[in-house]
């Protein structure tokens, strides 16, 4: 082979202008230059011989909005090439994107590891929804890589992590945990909403699949519900006969092997046909295109959203209402060291905090506040504020509650985009009352 | 030349060039990539000759396979191979007795091999290897991001569409007339 050395440098567009643009071409028969919402059901074949080759998998195209959308499909591409994948499948939320990774992944009686610090909801998934079909999750401490090589067992057929962990303020150690499943031979599954791509690119640091709840910052506007699937096109799903969807002929496609057949981005056509068109949690067009319309600023937004948050963490780790602050932007957080070798854009805009005053303090507080919304949700450009303890986990025992993180003391804020004054003055007006 | 990495006006300008392709272990089994490629660029107006002496005077999807290249009646632009690398020195030394010679020496996804590639380069071919003509089609059209397949290409130009169907699109150039 000979080295061409004279030829120029591939130009690989920047971070904000994938943002904008990657996936979306104007449209090919109006010459709209927005992305259109394709709200339609259907599509028609051009004959019967392309019905066939759509239904075979033999040619790319719409068949139905279940299987596929080309609104769904630009937000499927945009966040394919945000986050450095070969391939997105868009879903209804993110827990349905979660679903449909583990139905490609497991048979019943398999097991999969999952890190102990997770939002609530997929902490509930794993336990209960996915029990009942025979999928067990064996919990691992981010804050202890080692327990993750313990967990392992022949029955293993994944490793689960959120990049920064949900309350706030965990980081995890991606490329530590990486190492351990490529040894292992399992794809590592990053969920990266709290950081989103803009912060953090977990395939770099060695994720195979990376899943969002599209929901939150990606969105970024807490109007419209959606889940993503990327394909890193990292895992080889052929080095074994473990991975039966990827690598053994399917009959629903008449012995097809979609691995050997789409190369780098099989497990993407997987979870589609395979996960989605027979499980059929389908995001609606609609929301697509306001989650894309999202994604335009993400860049923007999420720069702003650190800012404000590391201006909010610096005011209450010095406020003497406040007992503790756990945001990894503060220099004397625990997990400092970490955010600064994955996270050197900002650590995001989700965080807890402990009052002093337990648990009437934390009452008092979502009680009395103006511009924070009192609710449950991370990710919007409001600024949003719960207190766990007498809301999402206030059904736990108290016990239960501090090993869940929310504990009577505890509040999660998400921090806006707002002017950060105004949020640190609801915050200290508030505070004044409790 | 770097087979590491491809232009994707190096693989444009192939696809655009190229009008006849010979496919090398193309198969008549609708499920085998060889077969999908086979059929999708026939459908894309390309001249295809499956090339497979196992299936030698076959029709499928209206095209005959031919039991080895000389049988090929006309000029090849192009051959596309389906087979592991180390068949790869078998294929040249039928591929440089054609006349005219191709212009292009076509290696599928997960087939490489460097020393025949440079044999080619040295008797004037194109080459790529690696890659597969359907799926950089597909990417250079816009057609493959229906699939949400990551094209890793931006235009701001309008795709063209291909032919009479609305499902199809063109990887000819998107710019006006006279622009360059």
Redo the contacts between chains.
């Keep these: 082979m000979t080295e061409d050395t004279t030829a120029p440098a591939v130009h690989e567009p920047g971070f904000a202008t994938l943002a904008v643009h990657a996936g979306a071409q104007p449209d090919p028969t109006t010459g709209a230059r927005a992305t259109p919402i394709y709200q339609t059901t259907s599509f028609v074949f051009d004959d019967v011989d392309h019905a066939a080759s759509l239904f075979g998998l033999q040619a790319f195209g719409n068949i139905y909005s279940r299987l596929g959308n080309p609104t769904n499909a630009v937000l499927e591409e945009r966040v394919a090439a945000l986050e450095g994948g070969t391939a997105a499948l868009a879903v209804a939320s993110g827990h349905a994107a979660q679903h449909l990774v583990f139905h490609t992944l497991l048979t019943p009686g398999d097991e999969f590891i999952a890190s102990r610090k997770l939002y609530g909801g997929s902490i509930n998934q794993f336990s209960h929804a996915f029990k009942s079909f025979g999928w067990n999750v064996k919990w691992a401490d981010p804050d202890d890589i080692s327990t993750f090589e313990a967990a392992l067992t022949d029955k293993t057929k994944a490793i689960f992590v959120e990049s920064i962990a949900n309350p706030g303020g965990v980081v995890v150690d991606i490329a530590a945990i990486s190492a351990i499943a490529k040894k292992a031979g399992v794809p590592l599954i990053v969920d990266n909403t709290l950081a989103t791509p803009y912060l953090w690119q977990p395939i770099k640091d060695g994720a195979d699949i990376v899943v969002h709840s599209a929901t939150k910052f990606l969105g970024g506007h807490g109007n419209s519900l959606g889940g993503i699937i990327v394909d890193a096109g990292t895992f080889n799903w052929s080095a074994t006969d473990r991975y039966p969807f990827l690598s053994a002929p399917r009959p629903e496609y008449q012995g097809m092997v979609l691995h050997e057949t789409f190369g780098n981005f099989a497990f993407a056509i997987a979870v589609r046909a395979l996960g989605l068109r027979d499980l059929g949690p389908a995001l609606s067009p609609f929301n697509a295109f306001m989650l894309l319309t999202g994604i335009e600023t993400l860049p923007l937004r999420m720069q702003r959203h650190s800012e404000n948050a590391l201006a909010v963490a610096r005011y209450l780790a010095a406020h003497p209402k406040v007992e503790w602050v756990s945001y990894p932007g503060l220099e004397n957080d625990r997990y400092h060291a970490l955010a600064q070798k994955y996270l050197p854009k900002g650590a995001g805009a989700v965080f807890t905090f402990g009052l002093k005053g337990g648990y009437e303090a934390g009452v008092s507080l979502v009680s009395n506040v103006e511009l924070f919304s009192h609710l449950a949700n991370i990710g919007d450009t409001r600024s949003l504020i719960i207190h766990p303890a007498s809301t999402t986990h206030r059904q736990l025992t108290d016990e239960a509650k501090v090993i869940a993180g929310a504990g009577p003391q505890v509040v999660r804020l998400s921090i806006g985009i707002e002017d950060v004054a105004d949020i640190i003055g609801d915050l200290d007006q508030a505070l004044a009352k409790v | 030349?770097?087979?590491d990495?491809y232009?994707d006006s190096y693989i444009r300008g192939i696809l655009e060039e190229v009008r006849t392709i010979a496919i090398v272990g193309a198969s008549a089994n609708?499920?085998r990539?060889s077969y999908?490629v086979m059929?999708?660029l026939a459908?894309r107006g390309y001249r295809v000759f499956p090339i497979n002496p196992g299936q030698a005077g076959k029709e499928v999807v209206g095209l005959t396979f031919l039991g080895r290249l000389a049988d090929v009646p006309e000029p090849i632009d192009m051959v596309d191979v389906f087979r592991a690398p180390e068949h790869l020195p078998a294929v040249w030394a039928e591929v440089e007795t054609i006349l005219p010679l191709p212009k292009v020496l076509w290696m599928q996804?997960?087939v490489r091999n460097?020393e025949v590639?440079?044999q080619a380069?040295a008797a004037g071919l194109k080459v790529v290897m690696d890659r597969?003509p359907k799926?950089e089609y597909?990417r250079l059209s816009?057609?493959?991001?229906?699939?949400?397949?990551?094209?890793?290409t931006?235009?701001?130009?309008?795709?063209?569409?291909l032919g009479?169907?609305?499902?199809?699109?063109s990887i000819a150039s998107r710019k006006p007339p006279g622009a360059v």
Excluded: F
């Design positions: 030349m770097n087979h990495r232009d609708p499920t990539p999908l059929k999708y459908e996804l997960g460097d590639a440079a380069e597969c799926i597909g816009g057609e493959i991001g229906w699939t949400g397949v990551n094209s890793r931006l235009s701001s130009r309008r795709p063209k569409l009479q169907g609305v499902q199809r699109l």
